[in-house]
């Protein structure tokens, strides 16, 4: 992934909203959710919801298609993927401590405090 593309995603995500949306969407795998969904799910209105979806899609973050007169949303997993990788491989050279947190983000064992995120 590309400098660029990397710092744009992150930038996305830098924001609650985008990251519960994130959250939101990752369980529901391929077939994503409706925009009235997440707008119910989330607590928010229609514009607020738009905007923020169209910072994730620019961002690679998320992808959507129409389904009749419905707008579905789902997670991108190669665009959230070469995010974490980006961090992961070229920015942390593959830390062992780093991707042990990754890999297990319950444990609260010394290695990994402060390090988990917050819900």
Same mark, same amino acid.
Do not use: K, V
């Given at each position: 992934m590309e400098k660029s593309k990397a710092l744009e995603a992150l930038s996305a995500l830098a924001n609650p909203t985008r990251l519960d949306l994130v959250r939101t969407l990752m369980p529901t795998g391929p077939d994503g959710l409706?925009?009235? +969904? *997440?707008a119910r799910r989330l607590d928010i209105s229609a514009s607020r919801l738009s905007f923020h979806l169209s910072a994730l899609e620019q961002a690679d973050l998320i992808s959507s298609r129409k389904a009749a007169r419905h707008v579905f949303y789902a997670i991108n997993t190669k665009g959230l993927g070469g995010v974490v $990788?980006?961090?992961l491989n070229d920015?942390?050279?593959s830390n062992p401590? *780093? $991707?042990a947190c990754c890999r297990h983000p319950a444990r609260? +064992?010394?290695q990994c405090d402060g390090i988990t995120a917050e819900r």
């Open positions: 409706s925009a009235g +969904d *997440i $990788s980006y961090l920015c942390c050279g401590e *780093i $991707s609260n +064992d010394r």
